[in-house]
């Protein structure tokens, strides 16, 4: 995983936390292109039935290559821990 230093308040101070990252496919909009399957270095996304980009979160590093790569921008970098 990409870990992202990230801050937060709590009780009125900051801590600073590490944070894992993964991709969200805006399944609704996606025009399955595969743009992002190209751009995946660990083979994380496939398009079931060629309908839209699905991405496997168990192999997902949080890169971020995939959100860049999209012509439709419709793939966004969600945190998912601390």
Known sequence: FHYYLCRQLKGGGMEIF???RK???STRD???CGCCIKVCPKG???VPKGIYAKV???LCIGCGKCAKECPASIISMEVIGQ
């Open 30 to 32: 996606c025009a399955a």
């Open 44 to 46: 994380a996304i496939t």
């Open 18 to 20: 590490m944070a894992k």
């Open 23 to 25: 991709a969200i496919v």
């Open 56 to 58: 496997d979160e168990t």
